[in-house]
C-alpha cells in the first residue's frame, strides 16, 4: 500500500514563499515522473510542473523562473519551492507521482490536496 502525504501549504503574503512536500511511503523503489497540479475555486485542475526521470521539466508559463520542483530520493519526498507568490497562485496544490514499487510495475498516485492562499 502507497500513501502520499502533502504538507507545507498555508497563507502567505503576496512576494512571499512557500514549499510543499509530497512524502510517499510504503512499498517504492523508486520515483519515476512526478508534478504538482492546482486548482482555484471554480476552475478546472491544471499542470503547475512535470518532470520525467530522464529530467525534463514542464513548468506552466505562469510559474516559470518562480515556483522549482525537486525530489530527495532517500526520503521518497519531492518539493515545489515557490517564491514572489501571487493571489492567482491561490489554489489546492496536488502532488501527483508515477512511483515504482518493489516488483518493477509503476502506478500514479495523487496526493491528498493541500491549501496554498496568497493574500495580504
Known amino acids: 500500500q502507497v500513501h502520499l502525504v502533502e504538507s507545507g501549504g498555508g497563507l502567505v503574503q503576496p512576494g512571499g514563499s512557500l514549499r510543499l512536500s509530497c512524502a510517499a511511503s510504503?512499498?517504492?523503489?523508486?520515483?519515476?515522473?512526478m508534478g504538482w497540479y492546482r486548482q482555484a475555486p471554480g476552475k478546472q485542475r491544471e499542470l503547475v510542473v512535470v518532470?520525467?526521470?530522464?529530467?525534463?521539466?514542464n513548468y506552466a508559463d505562469s510559474v516559470k523562473g518562480r515556483f522549482t520542483i525537486s525530489k530527495d530520493n532517500a526520503k521518497n519526498t519531492v518539493y515545489l519551492q515557490m517564491n514572489s507568490l501571487k493571489p492567482e497562485d491561490t489554489a489546492v496544490y496536488y502532488c501527483n507521482l508515477n512511483l515504482v514499487g518493489l516488483y518493477g510495475s509503476s502506478k500514479v498516485y495523487w496526493g491528498q490536496g493541500i491549501q496554498v492562499t496568497v493574500s495580504s
Open positions: 510504503g512499498s517504492i523503489l523508486s520515483i519515476n515522473t
Open positions: 518532470k520525467t526521470s530522464g529530467g525534463n521539466t
